[in-house]
């Protein structure tokens, strides 16, 4: 088996939504991390899933795929509430962990609409950013600027991260690196900066700066130009009711209140953790089967407080660290840890999950025959993660 045995990440973006990384780079790179397992996670998209598996076998790695998209939290207690999504209230992030193989084409057909619904939400954006610009040298085209950076052509999604991005490039190419792209987005937008963003915008000897400059755009400018999602929204029930169908895993991503931002991309912000417990009871009774998070990106008291709950309520637990720019490390040293050694487990449970469900539709792990078979969720996760395992016997280092 390759890889570190505590590392697995199956929160890895690819270029079918915002990365740096097409789906055979991206397996290409958790290999050379030394992940043992990973997994993609695209906005609103699978189009990289089966590129992605067939990377994965050649570097002899584990691979999963997922999907990640928003839904509307209409008629539910939440739907005036912000939960975890930064840019706007009674609307969620969820994602659809462990799909089977015969899961991607409906996954990608059901998606399909609510991308083209998001494409129409974009050029309203790109529109509202351009109001917002006194300098006409930096007005962007969607057309020309924004989706050329994308896979939308080929079934990707285009995000609120290319809008920033195609901006980037053009403040370098039109008013330069470091002072006097700062200047130029003060005069301009009427921004001020200071600390850790001033520094990110004057350092233009990092090899990485375009990228910086975007996690600054994303925390300072999205809420000038932002426009609420709305019709490529599905209801979450709808989520949870399409997850199940094709046999895969349907689980929250829980962001908690935020201070100092991880990615430094988002404000200190305060989300789930004044109303957590009634927020899990909820999702659980709706239906979904897991909570996701990220190591690094909370407290360990607010981790501890989460999985506590997850247990309470019989919630899988997965890891999943944002990986969407080339200066973020594919490993959380984090998951060494003895409070996180499940999440590893969880990992090769999904792999298990995924196999078990090529073969047969009907023996997920959460499946009725799974569940009728062993109703522990720890006894089941076990068994998926030994069934995950097993599939790596025949994988060539």
């Given at each position: 088996?390759?890889g570190?045995?505590f590392?697995?990440?199956?929160h ?11 789906p055979s ?9 030394g992940?043992a ?9 699978v189009s ?7 990377a994965?076998?050649?570097e002899?790695?584990a691979g999963?795929?997922g999907f990640?998209c928003?839904?509307?939290l209409?008629?539910?207690?939440y ?22 193989r ?12 609510y ?8 050029r309203?954006m790109?529109?509202?950013?351009n109001?917002t610009c006194a300098d006409?040298?930096f007005?962007l085209?969607y ?10 052509g080929q079934g990707?999604?285009?995000t609120?991260?290319?809008i920033?991005?195609?901006l980037?490039?053009k ?8 002072e006097?792209l700062k200047?130029?987005?003060e005069?301009a937008f009427?921004l001020?900066f200071?600390g850790k963003?001033e520094?990110?915008l004057?350092?233009?000897s990092?090899p990485?700066?375009a ?7 994303k925390?300072s ?8 999602a709305d019709r490529e929204c599905p209801?979450?029930t ?7 169908s094709?046999g895969?895993v349907?689980a929250y991503p ?9 990615t430094g991309?988002?404000?200190?912000q305060a989300?789930?953790d004044s109303?957590l417990d ?5 999702i659980k009774?709706i239906?979904?089967d ?8 909370n407290?360990?008291s ?7 709950l997850c247990?309470?309520n019989?919630?899988?637990?997965i890891?999943g660290?944002?990986i969407n720019?080339?200066?973020q490390?594919f ?5 060494a840890l003895?409070?996180?050694?499940r ?10 999950h995924e196999?078990?469900?090529d073969?047969?539709?009907?023996m997920g792990?959460f499946?009725e025959?799974a569940?009728?078979?062993?109703p522990?969720l720890d ?6 993660a030994t ?11």
């Amino acid at each position: 088996m390759s890889g570190k045995p505590f590392y697995v990440n199956n929160h890895i973006h690819t270029v079918y939504s915002f990365s740096p990384f097409t789906p055979s780079q991206a397996a290409r790179q958790a290999k050379l991390s030394g992940l043992a397992t990973a997994g993609i996670m695209d906005h609103d998209s699978v189009s990289g899933a089966e590129e992605f598996l067939a990377a994965c076998r050649r570097e002899g790695i584990a691979g999963t795929v997922g999907f990640e998209c928003r839904c509307s939290l209409a008629g539910a207690p939440y739907a005036d509430t912000r939960v975890n999504n930064p840019d706007q209230s009674g609307v969620a992030y969820v994602a659809c962990h462990g799909i089977p193989r015969a899961g991607f084409k409906p996954a990608a057909e059901w998606l399909a609409p609510y991308r083209a619904h998001r494409e129409e939400r974009n050029r309203r954006m790109v529109d509202r950013l351009n109001d917002t610009c006194a300098d006409e040298r930096f007005k962007l085209s969607y057309d020309n600027d924004v989706r050329p950076l994308s896979m939308a052509g080929q079934g990707g999604s285009v995000t609120e991260r290319h809008i920033c991005y195609a901006l980037t490039l053009k403040l370098i190419g039109r008013a330069g690196a470091g002072e006097p792209l700062k200047t130029a987005l003060e005069e301009a937008f009427g921004l001020r900066f200071t600390g850790k963003n001033e520094a990110a915008l004057l350092n233009s000897s990092d090899p990485h700066y375009a990228y910086r400059v975007l996690g600054v755009l994303k925390s300072s400018l999205v809420e000038r130009f932002y426009v609420d999602a709305d019709r490529e929204c599905p209801h979450i029930t709808e989520f949870v009711e399409f997850t199940h169908s094709i046999g895969a895993v349907a689980a929250y991503p829980y962001l908690g209140d935020v201070g100092d931002s991880v990615t430094g991309d988002k404000k200190a912000q305060a989300f789930e953790d004044s109303y957590l417990d009634g927020l899990i009871g909820y999702i659980k009774g709706i239906g979904f089967d897991a909570v996701t998070y990220m190591p690094t990106r909370n407290t360990l008291s607010q981790l501890q407080r989460l999985m506590s709950l997850c247990v309470e309520n019989r919630l899988f637990q997965i890891s999943g660290e944002d990986i969407n720019t080339p200066y973020q490390p594919f490993i959380c040293e984090k998951l060494a840890l003895p409070e996180f050694l499940r999440l590893t487990d969880a990992a090769w449970a999904l792999i298990g999950h995924e196999r078990a469900s090529d073969a047969d539709p009907t023996m997920g792990m959460f499946g009725e025959r799974a569940k009728a078979a062993l109703p522990s969720l720890d006894d089941r996760a076990a068994m998926y993660a030994t069934m995950g395992k097993i599939t790596m016997l025949d994988y060539k280092e």
